[in-house]
């Protein structure tokens, strides 16, 4: 059975910072995208990074460039994302996901690209 299992979220103040892992465990996601999603109450998931199967390429949304970081340790199958300098706008269930298809050559920003998802975990960022 294949699982993707966030962790790492929690409640920290505005400028803090928190380090989300993605645990992936029956079968290896070595040469698939993994991508970070969140969605906050009343409104839709959206993008928030990706980082490619080698680990060579990564894409951030406008929103939380140069304040998070993607990066995956393929002999963990561990994905991680390092939030730095937090914001109340950063509050959401963030979800790990992989890739529908192995060895993308133009990684996607798109949800419905995406196989499997975790169950999410709460970041909240208080002001």
């Known amino acids: 059975q294949v699982q993707l299992v966030e962790s790492g979220g929690g409640l920290v103040q505005a400028g803090g910072s928190l380090r989300l892992s993605c645990a992936a465990s029956?079968?290896?996601?070595?040469?698939?995208?993994m991508g970070w999603f969140r969605q906050a109450p009343g409104k839709e998931r959206e993008f928030v990074a990706i980082i490619s199967w080698t680990g060579g390429s990564t894409d951030y949304a406008d929103s939380v460039e140069g304040r998070f970081t993607i990066s995956r340790d393929n002999a963990k199958n561990t994905v991680y994302l390092q939030m730095n300098s937090l914001k109340p706008e950063d509050t959401a269930l963030y979800y790990c996901?992989?890739?529908?298809?192995?060895?993308?050559?133009?990684?996607?920003?798109?949800?419905?690209?995406?196989?499997?998802w975790g169950q999410g975990t709460q970041v909240t960022v208080s002001s």
């Open positions: 029956g079968r290896t996601f070595a040469t698939y995208a």
């Open positions: 996901a992989a890739d529908r298809v192995p060895i993308r050559t133009v990684l996607s920003t798109l949800p419905r690209d995406y196989r499997y």
